[in-house]
């Protein structure tokens, strides 16, 4: 293991027992006045629940090393010495992004029954790895009872108090990554997390719902962007609306190989037949960039300035209907085009209203273009440049809200809600609403 790592180990142990002396002091600059319905509590859990299954890092053959990506308290390493900004972020670190950022979180209260919602700092997907990808893989329907014994067993009125209506956690995973029916035999993929009963009241916030989701809401992918101080996020958004757009359409991703019939190969064929540009005023009609194997993944260089260059970009479904390359997109101005409504429209509600939708993106159905012949380009290409340019003005209003800001960001910054004080905001509102409906509010 790297010689670095009991030094993140160390910081991990001054995150986890914070003092309350932040709290105390937004109480007295008359915070209080705005924590009205707004007061949460993080539970105090064991470290095997959070800090010690950070220690795993390195043991899933299946991964790269994730060791390094819980640098800056999951931010990653930073892309080069003198960013300020940009850093290897990966998504499976959001558990940790979002713990960070709540130890700052302005209404924060030691006392469990005065608080509105009660946070739960479990590592959901790490501690899934092992049912996943590990010897536990055929007990995956035991992922989660350890953490419902303790809250039962440690101080019970906090969950008794609504039967767990009122908590809430982070799974930095997609939510069928936790849908497992627990009656499969032997187990499929997956673990059984949120089949379980002991969690149905539980609020939990993941990278992609399922398509009639209860229990979950999605929260963006984190992006490799998080900036410090508001100048650093002006002079991005300002570099963005600078940018000369000289490709019409960009896809970057893997796939679209096979013979069979799907979007991605369809993309890729259309890319492919269609790589310079005509009398549509663009160098190039389509270009594609090839982020197999995660070749991108850790390495924004590769996909951002492409997307800098690009008025639309291509956003398929993959593996599941998400992509972490839709916020990239977002934070390059570049015009999202979806092939199906659980991409982003029924998911990410908090951050894209869906009344919206239309003013920012382009929706074309898949099934037009795999089966019926619809060409991409063409739609594209029809839309007028005057509704072309009020989209990515309206892309460039909604970067703040896709963005995680970095930790002790500038006063000035946390004027401006981020992806983090967004999913607070409808996690709030989605328990408070919960609560009232099951007339469970004293």
Sequence with gaps: MASWWPYILFSFFLMLNPCVCEVTENLEGGAEKGCEKRWIHIRKLPSKFNLDLLANCSEYEIFDDLCPYLANHGLGQKTHNRSHSWYRTDPSMLELIFHRRMLEYPCLTEDPASADAIYLPYYAGFDALRYLYGPEYNSSAEHGLQLFYFLQEDNPSIWNRHMGHDHFLVMARPAWDFSQPLDNDPPLWGTSFLELPHFFNVTALTLEARALPWQEHAVPYPTSFHPPNLALLDSWIQRVRRSKRSALALFAGGGGYSATPNIRRSIRSECDNNSTGNSSGYDKLCEAVDCSNGVCEHDPIRFMRPMLQASFCLQPPGDTPTRRSTFDGILAGC???????????????????????????????????????????????????????????KVLEMIPRVVYRKHNSSPGLRMKKDAFDLAIDGTLDKIQSRLQELDLVL
């Design 335 to 393: 015009i999202p085009v979806f092939f199906e409504d659980l991409s982003a429209k029924s998911q990410y509600s908090w951050h894209f209203p869906e009344k919206e939708f239309e003013a920012f993106s382009v929706f074309i159905p898949k099934e037009e273009v795999v089966f019926r012949g619809l060409r991409i380009l063409d739609v594209l290409q029809r839309i007028p440049r005057t509704r072309v340019r009020r989209m990515r003005e």
